[in-house]
C-alpha cells in the first residue's frame, strides 16, 4: 500500500483490524478511505471491488470467513471471473479477495469450512493458499499485482503463530509450488495447514526409514504441474493431503491430473487425506477427530508404501 | 436546469435513428439465425439510452443489463463492431466472445452489459468508487429494469452508494415488466423510486419516451454528480413494444394498439417536438434516416465479411496478462 495508492482494503470491520488482526494498523497508517469498512453486504462488496478494479485500482476486499463467500458468488463467478474474457480482452479485475477457513475453534458448520475446490472449478480465477506467514506476503504481493482475480485463502490456525519475517518480503510467483521437505518414497503435496501437519509426518515416518517429500503447492490454480509430474515420476506414489472434505475436493482433481502426467510411473493408487463427508461439528472432540492431521497423513503414506511390498512368507 | 438546445437535440434524434434501425435490423438477422443467443431489444428505449448517454463522457462509466445494444450504441460503440458481436465474428467488439448480453467498448466508457438480472449494480457503485478517491468529475452510470429492483443486489448497492455518497446515477427503465411478469405481481411498490425513498437521496420519475424529460433530469443529477457527489435514481417511465427477447410469443399481454403505441414511442414523440421546434426540417429528418439506414447495411456487411474467432484466441483470452 505504500508503493502503490491505486491498492484499497474494504471489508468489514477492516478499519479497526478484523476478527484476526489481518488488517491490524492499516487504517491509521493509509487513512478510513482506503482502508474502508463495509457493512455485512458481500455481494456488493464484491462487485464494488470488482467495478473498482475495471477503473484502475487494485482492491483487496476481505470476506471474513470463506463459508460467507457463497453471497459473493454471483459477483466472483459470473463477473470477476469471466470479464476479460467476455470483453475480449478490453477488460481486466485486478482485484484479490482474501479470507480464511478451517476448522478449528469451534466455529461449527457455517464458520469452519474450506471451499477453495468450488473455486479452481472457474476458469479466468487464480486460487492462492499459503501455508505460511511468509510465503504469505510473498504471494499476497504477487496476488495484488497479478491483473486477474485471485483468491487469497488462509487458514484461520495459523494466523497467530509467532515467525520471524523479513521487512520487505521478495514476491512469490504464483503457480510455483514449494518442496518443503525433500524424498525419495513418496510425494506428499500438501496445502495449507495440511502442510505442517505433513511435515510432522515425514518426521515419524523418517524414523521407519521412509522418506517422504512434500510438497507445498501454494497456489491451487494455477497449479505447479512440472513440480508435480517430476516428483511423482521419481517416487511413484502420491498423497494428497487437505482440511476440506475429501469428496469433491482437490484431493480428486490432483489424482486425475497424476495419471496425466504419471500413471505409468505409479506404484499405488494416489491416496487423499482430506475431512470425513458432514458439515463441521461444534462438540471439540468431534471437532477434532473430524479435523485431518498428521497421522491421516502418516497412515495414507504407509497404504501407499505397503501397496506393492513382497510379503516375506513366514517360517514354519 | 440544463434546457435541450437545437444541436443537441439533433444528436439525439441521430442517434435514436440509428439505434431503432439497428435494432430492426438485427430482429430479422436473429429470425434468420445470423445474429446469436439471447437478444434483447430497446425497441421503445432509444430515447433514454439517447437521452442520457450523450451527455456523458468518454471516461465516464456506463454500465447496463441484457437489453444493453442502445446504450452501447448511445455511448459511442461503433456499430459496425456492434453489429459484429451480435454476429459472433472476430472483429466484434468482444472478438465473438461476448454477444448481445456482454457488450463492452472500454475506449468509450461502455464498461459492459450483463446477463445476470442486477449483476453490475455494484460494480458501477465501485467505479464510482474510484472516481471519487481519484476526483476529476467522472461520474458512473448503471442502467437496469424494475425487475431488477427486487434482487438483494440492488438494495446492498444503493445502500453502499448512498452511504458513502458516490457520484453514480442510476437509470430503471420501468416498463412494467419482468421477463413475462407485469410488476405487480413481483412488488407492492409501483414506482421504483418508492423503494428507494428512506436512502434519502436525490430521485426523480420521468416519462421515459419523452426524450427531453429525460434529457433535463439526467442532466441536473450529472451536474452534481460531477462535483463528486451523489448517488442519484433517475426512474424512466416506458414501454416495451417486443417481447421480452426476440422469439418471445409474447400470450402474455394484450395486442399493442399501433395509437397506442405511436404516443408511447420515443422516436415519434421526439421527432414531431424536433419539427415543430424547427430544430430539424423535413428534408434533414429524411436525410438522417437514410444516413441511419446505410450506416446499418454497412454494418452488417462488414460484420459478414469478418470471421469466426478460433479456439486459440479464445483460450488466450480467459486470464490477463
Not at chain 1, 50 to 55: D, E, F, N
Not at chain 2, 200 to 213: I, K, L, N, W
Not at chain 2, 270 to 292: M, N
Request: charged share 20%; with cysteine.
Amino acid at each position: 500500500m505504500r508503493n502503490d495508492e491505486r491498492v484499497i482494503v474494504i471489508g468489514e470491520d477492516v478499519a479497526e483490524g478484523g476478527p484476526f488482526l489481518a488488517t491490524k494498523g492499516l487504517s491509521e497508517e493509509f487513512g478510513r478511505e482506503r482502508v474502508r469498512n463495509t457493512p455485512i453486504s458481500e455481494s456488493a462488496v464484491c462487485g464494488v471491488a470488482i467495478g473498482a478494479a475495471q477503473a484502475g485500482l487494485r482492491p483487496v476486499i476481505e470476506i471474513m470467513y470463506i463459508d460467507f463467500i457463497t453471497l459473493a458468488l454471483d459477483q466472483l463467478v459470473n463477473q470477476a471471473a469471466k470479464a476479460h474474457f467476455m470483453s475480449g480482452g478490453q477488460l481486466s479485475v485486478p482485484m484479490v479477495l482474501r479470507t480464511q477457513g478451517g476448522a478449528s475453534g469451534r466455529g461449527a458448520a457455517q464458520h469452519s469450512q474450506s471451499l477453495e475446490a468450488w473455486l479452481i472449478h472457474i476458469p479466468g480465477l487464480k486460487v492462492v493458499m499459503p501455508s505460511n506467514a511468509i510465503d504469505a506476503a510473498g504471494l499476497l504481493l504477487s496476488a495484488i499485482a497479478d491483473p486477474n482475480p485471485v483468491v487469497f485463502v488462509e487458514n484461520k490456525a495459523l494466523y497467530f503463530a509467532k515467525v520471524q519475517a523479513p521487512a520487505d518480503p521478495e514476491p512469490i510467483p504464483l503457480g510455483r509450488a514449494r518442496v518443503a521437505r525433500a524424498g525419495d518414497d513418496v510425494t506428499v503435496l500438501a496445502t495449507s495447514r495440511m502442510v505442517g501437519e505433513s511435515l510432522k509426518a515425514a518426521d515419524a515416518l523418517a524414523a521407519d526409514g521412509i522418506q517422504a517429500e512434500v510438497i507445498d503447492l501454494r497456489c491451487l490454480m494455477p497449479l505447479d504441474r512440472d513440480t508435480i509430474a517430476a516428483s511423482v515420476q521419481r517416487t511413484g506414489r502420491a498423497v494428497v493431503a487437505h482440511e476440506a472434505v475429501t469428496i469433491g475436493g482437490l484431493g480428486g482433481e490432483l489424482t486425475a491430473q497424476i495419471h496425466e502426467l504419471a500413471f505409468d510411473y505409479l506404484r499405488a493408487p494416489v491416496g487423499r487425506v482430506g475431512a470425513p463427508y458432514m458439515p463441521v461439528p461444534l462438540s471439540p472432540a468431534l471437532e477434532d477427530s473430524y479435523r485431518p492431521d498428521a497421522e491421516l497423513v502418516e497412515q495414507a503414506v504407509r497404504f501407499a508404501i505397503e501397496w506393492d511390498q513382497p510379503v516375506e512368507p513366514s517360517k514354519l | 436546469m440544463a434546457r435541450l438546445t437545437g444541436k443537441a437535440a439533433h444528436d439525439l434524434l441521430e442517434t435514436i435513428w440509428r439505434i431503432r434501425l439497428f435494432e430492426e435490423r438485427v430482429a430479422q438477422l436473429k429470425r434468420t439465425v445470423q445474429a446469436h443467443g439471447l437478444i434483447h431489444l430497446s425497441i421503445g428505449g432509444e430515447g433514454v439510452a439517447a437521452a442520457v448517454c450523450r451527455q456523458l463522457r468518454a471516461e465516464d462509466a456506463v454500465y447496463s443489463g441484457h437489453r444493453a445494444h442502445g446504450h452501447a450504441l448511445a455511448k459511442g460503440a461503433a456499430m459496425p463492431e456492434t453489429m459484429a458481436e451480435l454476429m459472433g465474428r472476430v472483429d466484434g467488439l468482444c472478438h465473438g466472445l461476448g454477444g448481445s448480453m456482454h457488450l463492452v467498448d472500454r475506449t468509450h466508457g461502455f464498461m459492459g452489459a450483463t446477463g445476470v438480472v442486477g449483476g453490475n449494480l455494484a460494480m458501477a457503485v465501485g467505479d464510482a468508487l474510484c472516481a471519487q478517491l481519484q476526483g476529476g468529475g467522472r461520474v458512473a452510470v448503471v442502467f437496469f429494469g424494475d425487475g431488477a429492483v427486487q434482487a438483494g443486489n440492488f438494495h446492498e448497492s444503493v445502500n453502499l452508494a448512498s452511504l458513502w455518497k458516490l457520484p453514480v446515477i442510476f437509470v430503471c427503465e420501468n416498463n412494467g415488466m419482468a421477463e413475462f411478469t407485469s410488476r405487480e405481481e413481483h412488488s407492492n411498490v409501483g414506482l421504483v423510486r418508492d423503494v428507494v425513498a428512506p436512502y434519502g437521496f436525490d430521485r426523480a420519475t420521468v416519462d421515459g419516451s419523452d426524450v427531453e424529460a429525460v434529457w433535463e433530469a439526467f442532466g441536473g443529477f450529472l451536474r452534481v454528480g460531477r462535483r463528486g457527489r451523489g448517488p442519484f435514481l433517475l426512474e424512466c417511465l416506458t414501454h416495451r413494444r417486443r417481447g421480452h427477447y426476440e422469439g418471445d410469443a409474447q400470450e402474455y399481454r394484450d395486442e399493442l394498439a399501433d395509437r397506442e403505441w405511436e404516443q408511447r414511442d420515443p422516436l415519434t414523440r421526439f421527432q414531431r417536438v424536433c419539427l415543430e421546434r424547427r430544430w430539424v426540417s423535413g428534408r434533414e429528418v429524411d436525410r438522417i434516416q437514410e444516413a441511419a439506414r446505410a450506416e446499418v447495411e454497412a454494418a452488417v456487411g462488414f460484420a459478414r465479411a469478418s470471421p469466426m474467432p478460433s479456439m486459440e484466441l479464445a483460450q488466450s483470452l480467459v486470464y490477463a496478462s
